[in-house]
């Protein structure tokens, strides 16, 4: 772990960090039949749509503010910051609860120390690293006294991720094992690196492809609007029977795998990969993104094309390597199912709800696609595009 990395989540370590071993494992059950389970991400759904009707209604305010006098001028719309908004506002109210007061300074915050954490100065890192390890313990501190209150008033007790693991932390489990405080911000902080910005980050990338590719935007919003059959709103209902807009989450995971550089591995016994020998003890770094890329295993690797899945049988459940952006094994992603939930919603309701251009003087060939380096691989620069409302606003809100 780098000094940078630990200078952002302190001298404890969550599941992302901690090697293999005995508390590798007890975080991992946690995480998966408590934080992360299919029930858990289920319980979510509320919360998802209503952050996605948020998201709609303030692209489409957003057009409205910006056009100009003549009627038929278009508004330009930051997408990027559009996204970014409601997705990273899910992940804060699901892992810390409705009650928490601090939520805007809290992702401001962590926004800025993940642009860091791939920094060569710790230095740079302090003061941001310091706030956002404040406002966990405040979080903390709210939900001991809603707890030792018995407060049910607010709505979320036992509900958020953060109340969970006070809870075992508290009583102690004993399939789990005992967590300590440090451990439980440890984990918190996991899970918001891992399930804030990657969300916005994926659909920013989904969007500026199917920009640049006007055929499959068409086919995609097609697929959707000819599903809902005129509804007011893209329910999760109505998810199970669209394929084409899954195949485009695919096909941008593989282009656009949000951490290109998997977290570091340690190799646990001597290998020989490709020729080379990999010692015990080894750091070994998986490039998801040059595999997504790699011309052996995919026709016309760099163009986006939804469609190759429907030849294939691919999944991003790591059983298959060709494409891993969310990793394979026992080390994989445990937030799979949680961010392919959100994913997949917003994506289907930008395409239902509005028809896209680009802005004047920029065309397919000549948008910008350049990446910025960080922990996550987003836009360098905002996406902006101009949005006509498909489906009315009234009708969303």
Not at 76 to 103: K, T
Not at 202 to 212: C, I, N, V, Y
Request: with cysteine; glycine share 6%.
């Amino acid at each position: 772990m780098s000094l940078s990395v630990r200078e952002s989540i302190g001298d404890e370590v969550g599941i992302l960090f901690s090697p293999y071993g005995k508390k590798w494992r007890q975080l991992r059950a946690i995480c998966t039949l408590e934080l992360l389970s299919a029930k858990r991400v289920r319980s979510f759904r509320p919360l998802r749509e209503e952050q996605v009707a948020r998201l709609v209604g303030a692209i489409a305010a957003a057009a409205t503010a910006c056009c100009g006098p003549s009627a038929g001028q278009l508004a330009a719309v930051n997408v990027s910051r559009q996204i970014a908004g409601p997705m990273s506002d899910l992940a804060v109210r699901a892992i810390m609860g409705e009650s928490f007061r601090q939520r805007e300074k809290f992702l401001e915050t962590l926004a800025e120390a993940l642009k860091k954490t791939t920094g060569f100065s710790a230095a740079d890192l302090f003061p941001s690293s310091r706030l956002l390890l404040a406002l966990v313990d405040s979080a903390i501190d709210q939900h001991r006294e809603h707890r030792d209150a018995d407060d049910d008033a607010h709505g979320d007790k036992d509900q958020c991720l953060l109340s969970t693991l006070m809870r075992i932390q508290k009583e102690g489990d004993d399939h789990y094992g005992s967590l300590t405080m440090a451990t439980v911000k440890a984990v918190i902080l996991d899970m918001f690196s891992g399930g804030s910005e990657t969300t916005s980050t994926t659909l920013g990338w989904a969007m500026s492809e199917l920009a640049r590719n006007p055929r499959v935007m068409q086919r995609a919003q097609a697929e959707v609007r000819r599903a809902l059959h005129g509804r007011p709103r893209v329910t999760e209902d109505d998810l199970t029977n669209l394929k084409y807009p899954k195949n485009i989450i695919k096909e941008t995971l593989r282009l656009h795998p949000v951490a290109p550089l998997h977290v570091p591995k340690e190799c646990q016994e001597p290998r020989r990969v490709l020729g080379h020998d990999v010692p015990r003890g080894t750091v070994v770094f998986v490039n998801a993104w040059a595999i997504g890329r790699d011309p052996r295993y995919w026709d016309d690797a760099e163009a986006f094309m939804p469609e190759r899945f429907e030849q294939i049988e691919v999944d991003l459940r790591g059983t298959h390597f060709e494409l891993i952006p969310f990793g394979a094994g026992r080390r994989m992603c445990p937030g799979l199912a949680f961010a392919h939930a959100i994913v997949e919603l917003a994506l289907a309701a930008l395409l239902y709800h509005f028809d896209w251009h680009l802005p004047p003087g920029v065309t397919p060939d000549s948008m910008d696609m350049e990446e910025g380096f960080g922990l996550t691989v987003s836009r360098k620069r905002d996406l902006y595009l101009h949005p006509i409302l498909h489906v009315g606003l009234e009708t969303v809100l």
